[in-house]
């Protein structure tokens, strides 16, 4: 089954440190770019972070540069998400979605995990 | 960056009949090669986004052809020719034009 399986959200207290991660299954995983997505409670989607499929291209959201870190692993089929500092603003679901090169979209997103940034 | 503005926020609906959201972007989508950089994904209750229509008005695999994505430049429209219950949901446009790719704030679509 095609599919991206996010892990690693929990609580943790203004300025600590969270790793997420994302599994992906049933596609060729080096062959996509991939991105982060968050979305606090209640509210709308706000993109984080972007890496390309060779791991070479890395961009951020303002929001985050600077605390956040994304990498991926090919050969172990892993893309990840460090967070560091992390702030009350931070508390969001946060979404890895799989993104061609052409065209380019969003076409395969996972459940989500939450992230709540509380003291 | 772009900011993508939708309207209307909420969006009441009667199975059957038609409805339609509006996405403007503070910047042209349109690139060279011709095609609109514009994405809609729609968020139903509970559920991850998935990806409804691609480069303004392509429809992904799977989705009814009662949706359509229309427009050019900075103004888009998404359609739903005849409302369906399954439809209700919260619709966002994106641009992917940048690299730091954009949502608009959502149009969440209700049954009347």
Partial sequence: EVQLVESGGGL?????????????????????????????????????SYISSSGRTIYYA??????????????????FLQMNSLRAEDTAVY????????????????????????S | DIVMTQSPLSLPVTPGE?????????????????YNYLDWYVQKPGQSPQLLIYLG????????????GSGSGTDF?????????????????MQVLQTHKTFGGGTKVEIK
């Fill in chain 2, 57 to 68: 008005s392509n429809r992904a695999s799977g989705v009814p052809d009662r949706f359509s």
């Fill in chain 1, 95 to 118: 979404y890895c979605a799989r993104e061609g090169r052409w065209p380019p979209n969003f076409d395969l997103w996972g459940q989500g995990t939450l992230v709540t940034v509380s």
């Fill in chain 2, 18 to 34: 038609p409805a339609s959201m509006s996405c403007k972007s503070s910047q042209s989508l349109l690139y060279s090669n011709g």
């Fill in chain 1, 12 to 48: 943790v207290q203004p300025g600590g440190s969270l790793r997420l991660s994302c599994a992906p299954s049933g596609f060729t995983f080096s062959d996509y770019e991939m991105n982060w997505v968050r979305q606090a409670p209640g509210k709308g989607l706000e993109w984080v």
């Fill in chain 1, 62 to 79: 303002d929001s985050v540069k600077g605390r956040f870190t994304i990498s991926r692993d090919n050969a172990k089929y892993s893309l």
């Fill in chain 2, 77 to 93: 429209t998404l359609k739903i020719s005849r409302v369906e219950a399954e439809d209700v949901g919260v619709y966002y446009c």
